[in-house]
């Protein structure tokens, strides 16, 4: 008894992937062109129903084009500035002018001029016999969902007149040519005459519609300006009359009498000051006088009087004809003071009338002036008023419009719509696209293996067979196909897996084989018993061992009548030749496997097992254990430690990757080294329709 052999088929401990974040074109490619018949399929299902849509379902329409000139500098009939200013020629102009052509108002006008309401193209009210009808539809949510009466439905006018509208909003689209001031208006419409009408319609309802506007523009302001002219000129009438009653009712003065006045003031001022010193100089001179006189000084009488008369009279005793004469000094001297304060009160006085006078007069003057400048204000803007009254009144029949037509819609000769090449041609991609795709997800969401090469890759064991599906409907038939069909594929299969099996380790060939799977329904009892009977083909004696003694199946293989297994054999209850059965048509021996209450893990962990599988070694070529799925129980793990070589059986295209590695592990964790992978049940259809039709063994097509 020994341990399975790492020699008997490569094998590697990690398998090498590609890298996640690339992309393999080279395998994309594959994929796609491996469903080229799915992608064929779905391109041409595509394209006849792209075909049917262009040619027999769909609705040739036509579309007729309109340009209108945008005149952003317009000459003036008249030379006088416009009241209503021409349009600038910016880009914000232009987005509106656009918007102005596709509003509602002079949709609603085309709609109205061409009696569009009455047209089932745009009132889908009037398409009743159709089930795609808006009145159909109103019909089937007011009675499927709403459960209401259709007869209680009521379309008002407004409710159609707006339906109508959006109906032509959206067949009308206005674009303006980059780069310039001209917009192309485009219609379509099911009608060929009808497109250009709603096109040239709409170009001219837009001339009309700025010089209506321009002229309503122009009467509005007309009547503002004669209004407004009215109310001026009974203000300039009101300012004239205050200025004149003002004038008439004022002593006024003009501004250079304003300024003599001034004049004159400053006069008297400075005759004031001359004549203040004088009297001050005097009536010092007569208060000098007097004390003089008082003091009897008679040289300082005589030096003060300054009179030769006196200075005569004088002597050591002064007489009264010198204080008569001295006396008629001093009168004089207070007569010239008196005079002299007399001439300053006149002058005074004379300072402050003409003061007043300034002053009344100034105020006078400024509310003079005043009333001046707002009588002149009032008729500067009086004539101005007039003369833009005047000037919109001879504007009010010469409006120009700021656009003009460059060029009418033609009636189109053929339709826009549908254009069948470019349907065709999208339709035929559109499949291929959708057919790539489905092709795509399939290969990338699959989770089972369908190629020996995938599998390979993903698990790090080579593959040493692929056996077709047997076409039987029970497990008795696979025995009279491989028997009554030994060229067949799935028999050429077996060989293949059964030559390297053999020539893996020439030295010590494998005696004991193990079979397992990672769970039940993936075809190692049928490769068991079909290896077997190909090994026998050497004349080789061959025992088939069940191994699987909780869920036997032996028996839906073979017409085995009740008896002992190897248990009872293994225990020696019975005798070994006792509970072989030997098949002469298959040349080889059975021995069944039986139910036994003890565990059956315990069992294959004895040494009376191990002494067992030595006896059958010692008496047979070749022994084959089918045993239970890995991932099901431990026996596998534990009969492996027992046998030669062990292969491990995928079912093709439904064991999922997860689950094959993990039995793979599961072994692996034991010291179990597996000899190869079989994949099995592989179906030829299967593999076509995947695109793998000539990647599935030469021997299919050759004996085929």
């Not at 001046?372 to 007039?386: C, K």
């Not at 005798?575 to 003890?598: C, F, K, R, W, Y």
């Not at 596998?636 to 295209?653: C, L, M, P």
């Amino acid at each position: 008894m020994t341990h399975a052999s790492p020699d008997v088929a490569r094998q590697t401990s990690t398998p090498v992937d590609q890298p996640a974040d690339e992309i393999d074109l080279a395998k994309l490619i594959g994929v796609l062109w491996r469903s080229r018949a799915l992608i064929s399929l779905c391109g041409l299902l595509t394209l006849i129903v792209g075909a049917y849509y262009a040619l027999f379902a769909a609705i040739p329409v036509f579309t007729a084009n309109a340009t209108v000139a945008l005149e952003s500098r317009q000459d003036q009939i008249v030379d006088i500035e416009s009241v209503v200013s021409g349009l600038p020629g910016d880009q914000v102009a232009i987005n509106t002018e656009l918007e102005v052509l596709r509003s509602r108002r002079l949709i609603g006008k085309v709609a109205s001029d061409l009696d569009l309401r009455n047209d089932p193209e745009f009132n889908l009210l009037l398409q009743s016999s159709s089930w795609l009808s808006i009145d159909s539809f109103v019909d089937w949510v007011q009675q499927d969902l709403l459960g209401q009466d259709a007869e209680t439905k009521v379309w008002s006018d407004q409710s159609i007149n707006d339906a109508v509208v959006d109906a032509v909003l959206r067949a009308v689209n206005v674009t303006n040519v980059r780069q310039s001031y001209v917009f192309s208006i485009s219609v379509v419409s099911q009608d060929a005459e009808k497109s250009a009408q709603i096109a040239n319609r709409l170009a001219e309802l837009y001339i009309d519609d700025q010089i209506a506007l321009k002229f309503e523009k122009t009467v509005q302001a007309t009547e503002w300006l004669t209004d407004r002219v009215a109310e001026l000129q009974l203000e300039l009438e009101t300012a004239e009359d205050r200025l004149k009653d003002y004038g008439s009712n004022t002593d006024l003065i003009s501004p250079q009498g304003l300024v003599a006045l001034n004049r004159q003031l400053k006069d008297l001022r400075d005759r004031r000051a001359g004549l203040e010193s004088d009297r001050n100089d005097a009536a010092a001179r007569l208060n000098a006088l007097q004390n003089a006189s008082a003091s009897s000084d008679v040289a300082e009488m005589v030096r003060l009087a300054g009179s030769a008369e006196l200075s005569r009279l004088v002597s050591s005793e002064p007489s009264d004809r010198f204080r008569e004469t001295y006396g008629a000094i001093v009168a004089r001297a207070d007569v010239e003071k008196s005079r002299l304060e007399a001439q300053l009160d006149a002058v005074v006085m004379s300072i402050g009338e003409i003061s007043q006078r300034i002053e009344t007069q100034s105020d006078e003057l400024v509310q003079l002036q005043q009333l001046q400048r707002e009588a002149e204000a009032s008729r500067l803007i009086y004539e101005f008023f007039l003369g833009r009254l005047k000037e919109t009144s001879v504007q009010q029949g010469l409006q120009q419009a700021e656009s003009r037509v460059l060029s009418y819609a033609v009636v189109p000769v053929s339709a826009s719509a549908p254009r069948k090449p470019i349907i065709l041609m999208l339709s035929l991609t559109f499949g291929l696209l959708i057919g790539s795709a489905i092709a795509l997800l399939r290969e990338f969401s699959q989770n089972t293996f369908r190629v020996a090469e995938d599998l390979e890759a993903k698990t790090g064991y080579a593959v040493i067979g692929q056996i077709p599906v047997i076409p039987s409907r029970s497990r008795k038939k696979v025995l009279t196909y491989l028997r009554n069909k030994p060229n067949s594929a799935a028999a050429e299969a077996i060989r293949n897996l059964r030559t390297s099996l053999l020539l893996a380790n020439l030295d010590k060939p494998p005696k004991i084989i193990m079979s397992t799977s990672s769970i039940p329904g993936e075809g190692k009892t049928t490769q068991s018993i079909a290896l077997a009977q190909n090994l026998a083909g050497l004349n080789k004696k061959v025992l088939l061992l069940e191994g699987d003694i909780r869920r036997r199946v032996m028996n839906e293989y073979f017409d085995i009548p009740d008896k002992s297994g190897f248990l009872s054999v293994m225990l020696g209850d019975v005798a070994l030749d006792q509970a072989l059965t030997h098949l002469p048509d298959m040349g080889i021996d059975v021995l069944l496997g039986e139910t036994s209450q003890a565990n059956a893990a315990d069992i294959f962990s004895s040494d009376r097992f191990a002494e067992f599988l030595s006896v059958l070694r010692e008496s047979y070529d070749y022994i084959i254990i089918d045993t239970p799925p890995v991932l099901v129980v431990t026996d596998a793990r534990i009969i492996g430690r027992w046998v030669d070589t062990t292969i491990y059986t995928v079912k093709w295209d439904s064991t999922p990757h997860r689950q094959v590695l993990d039995g793979l592990k599961s072994l692996e964790q034991v010291n179990i080294k597996v000899a190869g992978l079989v994949l099995g049940q592989i179906s030829a259809r299967g593999m076509k329709r995947y695109g793998y039709g000539d990647r599935y063994g030469a021997y299919h097509s050759y004996y085929q």
